[in-house]
Structures are given as C-alpha cells and as structure tokens.
C-alpha cells in the first residue's frame, strides 16, 4: 500500500501506473495505493521512522492481523510473507 498524498495530483496516475507495472499481475488485485489519511496511517502504525518500511497485514474485514517496521524491510517481510501467503489463498 504505497502512501502517495504527497505526490502532486497531476501526477498520481502516473506515478500508480509506473509501480502497477512492478507488480506481479496476480498480485494486482491486491496492490491498494493510499492517496488520503496519511496522518491517521501514520498514527495507525506508531510511525516513527522515515527510512523504516512499514508492515501491516490486513485480514479480509480489514482487521489488522499483524503489523511491524525495521529498518532493511526485507527482514520485515520475510517474517510476513507466510502469513500473508496464508492470508491470499483463504477462500
């Protein structure tokens, strides 16, 4: 969920199409840019850190099922990436 409120509006559809292409056509469908509320994500996540990546792993009612930050973001991710897999593939 790519965070683009600050990118200028006149832009925006380029700059979503660009990362769209960079994702992996049966990820698509799940590829959801935030383009308001950056300041309630913010809060949402306890953001700190502006070189941090930022994980959270929403279930299908858009409960939070898990959330964490570091610094290398690959580390956060492979720590995810089961449970999102689990996520993805429930019917």
Known sequence: MP????????????????MKKGVPATMRDHFVPILEDEAE?????????????YFVVLGR??????????SSGDTGYRQLQGEILRLLNQK
Do not use: F, N, T
Not at 41 to 53: F, G, H, T
Not at 61 to 70: K, L, T
């Open 3 to 18: 965070v683009l409120e600050d990118v200028p509006r006149i832009i925006r559809g380029m700059v979503i199409s660009g």
């Open 41 to 53: 994500l913010k809060r949402l996540v306890s953001y700190q850190e502006p070189d941090d990546a």
């Open 61 to 70: 009612s858009g409960e939070i099922v898990e959330q964490r930050h570091d």
